[in-house]
């Protein structure tokens, strides 16, 4: 999978390591590997590889982790502008 | 009693599916037990879903089933209700005795389901509580696929349910893995991948959706082609129409099947930048090709209007491509559609206009 890569520096996920209580959900769901832990605490290791699935988030206990989720998929976001309702299969 | 386990909610029976292949006596009544072996027909229909026929309505009744011989202490594995999914991990658990909870995703797969909420924390509850699990197994664990991860909290339904939620693989053919190494998944077990196969699964789906605005097109192009200078013309719509459908046509299949094949080696990270050199490279084998057939060049607009639209075609049509994929973005699909789009509009007006010009110089 490394050798696929889509835009870099535009992910919105973000963690508060303070409220992070180290259970490692996150490190788990993510089909990515976007997480690692350190000292106990887990890390956002490589954002650019986020596809903004929402797991993490979800599975957070501590509400530590948040990310806008959401499907990209371009077809999805034209129908939706042009039709300005919800739409589409996935 | 025993048909409160059976998933009966919308009528069918399950005994009758030619999947079932008896039963297996539990706490909680009679449960189906399901074949591991697909047949031909499971394989025809998985088929026929591929390209579009039946695909919507290709589920399972949700509830409870049996494999092999499980009883109290045996795993029990959740998917969803999308009869290509439920097949494929029926068939990787011929070694194994599990219970199966089927959840109603309205016949989809589960990472589609888990991002709408259909696999989801409140219908995993709901169906622990209607297939009285509590009953059923002594110990208190669910394992779900890790792609169900985004519809699914985990410490809510340990909260709300007293089962534990237990992420397994990714892929159904490791489950046997990974209940084998004591319900630990390697790291590998946890990555998505994208191998062609996969790139290429969703390719007649595509080509099925698209073919009416493909047509739709062509046609367009065909009866734009009789105008000319001193009027409509049949012949003229046939000799220099039909090559120009035919090109509008091969372009967008070309790019339905090549983008998901060359995904890897297209330059750019932009699906509609990857598009546009595939675009490019399509360009070149229809210039080869008319050389070669010896079409008729009748100027030098007609020859820059299709240098526009191809790659511009080619462009739109890989851009499409980026809800197929699992590495994609919702943020980097909005950038992606917020820079691309007005360059293809561009391109198209332009293109269209340079071919229409053709027409009459």
Redesign the interface.
């Known amino acids: 999978m490394d050798r696929f890569r889509y835009l870099p520096g535009v992910v919105t996920l973000q963690i508060d390591v303070r409220r992070c209580d180290g259970c490692r959900m996150c490190v788990i769901v993510c089909p990515h590997a976007v997480f690692c832990m350190q000292d106990k605490k887990a890390r956002i290791l490589d954002a650019d590889a986020c596809m903004e699935c929402g797991a993490c988030a979800k599975n957070c206990p501590s509400g530590a982790i948040t990310v806008r989720s959401g499907v990209g998929c371009a077809t999805a976001m034209l129908i939706e502008t042009l039709h300005r309702g919800s739409c589409c299969g996935g | 009693m025993a048909n409160a386990c059976g998933p009966t909610s919308d009528g069918r029976r399950p005994s009758r599916s030619p999947w079932v292949t008896g039963h297996v006596e539990s706490a909680v009544g009679q449960v189906p037990q399901v074949d591991t072996t697909l047949r031909f027909a499971d394989r025809l229909g998985a088929w026929k879903a591929r390209w579009a026929i039946g695909r919507m309505r290709y589920s399972v009744p949700p509830g409870l089933y049996a494999v092999g011989r499980p009883g109290r202490e045996s795993p029990v594995l959740v998917t969803a209700n999308y009869k290509m999914t439920f097949d494929r991990v029926r068939s990787q658990l011929a070694a194994v005795d599990a219970w199966l909870l089927v959840l109603d995703t309205h016949g989809?797969n589960v990472w589609?389901a888990?991002?709408?909420g259909t696999f989801g924390t409140d219908e995993l509850v709901r169906r622990v509580a209607a297939t009285r699990l509590q009953q059923l197994v002594a110990h208190r664990r669910l394992i779900l696929p890790?792609?169900a991860?985004?519809?699914?909290?985990?410490?809510e339904v340990l909260r709300r349910c007293g089962f534990r939620v237990i992420?397994g693989p990714?892929r159904a053919e490791d489950i046997p893995r990974f209940l084998e190494a004591d319900m630990q998944?390697t790291?590998d077990m946890?990555?998505?991948?994208?191998p062609l196969r996969d790139r290429l699964a969703v390719a007649p789906v595509e080509l099925v959706m698209a073919m009416k605005y493909i047509l739709l097109m062509a046609i367009c192009f065909f009866l734009l082609s009789g105008l000319g200078a001193d009027g409509y013309s049949w012949q003229r719509a046939i000799a220099i129409g039909l090559p120009c459908a035919a090109v509008a046509a091969a372009v967008s299949f070309g790019s339905i099947l090549l983008t998901p094949v060359l995904?890897?080696w297209l330059p750019g990270?932009?699906?509609a930048v990857k598009g546009f050199w595939l675009g490019v490279a399509m360009l070149g084998i229809v210039g080869v090709w008319s050389n070669v057939r010896q079409m008729p060049v009748r100027s030098w607009v007609a020859v820059a209007s299709w240098c526009v639209l191809i790659p511009t075609l080619a462009s739109f049509m890989a851009?499409?491509y980026?809800?197929s994929?699992?590495?994609?973005?919702?943020?980097?699909?909005?950038?992606?559609?917020r820079r691309a789009?007005p360059v293809q509009v561009i391109g198209a007006v332009i293109g269209v206009a340079l071919w229409l010009t053709g027409r009459f110089v």
């Open positions: 989809i589609c888990a991002g709408k890790q792609l991860a985004p519809g699914v909290a985990a410490h992420y990714v998944a790291p946890r990555r998505v991948r994208f995904l890897p990270r932009m699906f851009m499409n980026t809800g994929t699992p590495y994609t973005s919702l943020s980097g699909v909005r950038v992606e559609v789009v």
